[in-house]
């Protein structure tokens, strides 16, 4: 998994270069969508974002692929799948959120919308501690609220 993650940030850190044509970015752009689309995506992207290191644009990109997977088939999830999703971005909200160093304010906006999303479908009876999840992460200084 660890060369895939590199070929991931690669192909990412190609597509936001400034000499890149447009073609090339089109090329790019159909890889990450063929990737995002295959079954078991988000859980590939849960292990880019835990070993990301610090790579902005491979946790932009593994955030999306997360959130459309809670936005398009959290139901077909089941109980565990669901857990270790919101487990592994509460965490790392946990241990990156406060240092503004290690993450800047667009990436822990894009966390905690993403962990709001899971909030949504899961609270009060598979998620009972969102709310206090939530209260904990926003206490961090430099949380920049995003509108949903």
């Not at 995002?36 to 835990?50: I, M, T």
């Not at 919101?86 to 667009?106: A, E, G, M, R, W």
């Amino acid at each position: 998994m660890e060369e895939s993650r590199r070929i991931l940030e690669s192909h990412l850190n190609e597509f936001f270069a400034p000499n890149t044509s447009n073609e090339r970015k089109r090329q790019i752009e159909a890889l990450l969508e063929n990737f995002s689309r295959q079954n078991g995506a988000w859980k590939q992207s849960l292990y880019f974002l835990s070993n990301s290191n610090g790579n902005q644009y491979v946790i932009m990109f593994c955030l999306s692929v997360i959130e459309n997977t809670i936005k398009y088939k959290w139901v077909s999830m089941n109980q565990s799948e669901r857990e270790e999703v919101k487990s592994t971005i509460y965490s790392y909200l946990l241990q990156n959120v406060s240092s503004t160093d290690k993450c800047p304010h667009f990436v822990r906006n894009k966390m905690v919308k993403v962990l709001t999303d899971v909030g949504k479908f899961s609270w009060p009876h598979e998620y009972p501690d969102f709310l206090s999840n939530i209260l904990q992460v926003s206490s961090f200084k430099n949380i920049h609220y995003i509108s949903c």
